[in-house]
T-cell receptor, first 116, second 111 residues
């Protein structure tokens, strides 16, 4: 079974802090994703990566950056956390094939981040 | 802007009744459609993936259908149980790697 793990289930940070959210997958997947989920807005894609050191902006990249130094690990970085970044953050991975109908996304358990 | 709509937003049924969850989408060039389950405060669990060339997929009590021409997918859950209470999300994949999600249907199965 695919396993996607996230470093923390709950995190509380202060405004202005630099925040790192870590995601690790154990299925050798090329693609990894970061989403945030908010009531009434659903899931929105922040960034994704299709290979080591490669990244693409999603729908809402402002205020975030990412790092993919190893294939299994994808980090989301909040350079200077703000209260409007309080949210549930979900990481996902999938096998390669941008134009494939086979690749299924598998999600981690989520990190509930609160910025005070 | 491509959209995904899930109706109803919430559903409450007595145990044993069959569940019918609807998902409609505007993008006709989808590659696949995925149904997920999400328990409160948790991540998403993939239930079924239907490729664009398929009409349906089945797993146990779950059956999902796909009609690309009308932009609809339906998830059927037979003989519902209280453990089926959760939010169900559909999402489609078009060209590229991105999934586009619906807002979800929150299901409560009453014992």
């Amino acid at each position: 079974d695919v396993k996607v793990t996230q470093s923390s289930r709950y995190l509380v940070k202060r405004t202005g802090e630099k925040v790192f959210l870590e995601c690790v997958q154990d299925m050798d997947h090329e693609n990894m994703f970061w989403y945030r989920q908010d009531p009434g807005l659903g899931l929105r894609l922040i960034y994704f990566s299709y290979d080591v050191k490669m990244k693409e902006k999603g729908d809402i990249p402002e205020g975030y950056s990412v790092s993919r130094e190893k294939k299994e690990r994808f980090s989301l970085i909040l350079e200077s956390a703000s209260t409007n970044q309080t949210s549930m953050y979900l990481c996902a991975s999938s096998p390669p094939g941008a134009d494939s109908s086979y690749n299924e996304q598998f999600f981690g358990p989520g990190t509930r981040l609160t910025v005070l | 802007k491509q959209e995904v709509t899930q109706i109803p937003a919430a559903l409450s049924v007595p145990e044993g009744e069959n569940l019918v969850l609807n998902c409609s989408f505007t993008d006709s060039a989808i590659y696949n459609l995925q149904w997920f389950r999400q328990d409160p405060g948790k991540g998403l669990t993939s239930l079924l993936l239907i490729q664009s060339s398929q009409r349906e997929q089945t797993s146990g009590r779950l059956n999902a259908s796909l009609d690309k021409s009308s932009g609809r997918s339906t998830l059927y859950i037979a003989a519902s149980q209280p453990g089926d209470s959760a939010t169900y999300l559909c999402a489609y994949k078009a060209a590229g790697n991105k999934l586009t999600f619906g807002g979800g249907t929150r299901v409560l199965v009453k014992p």
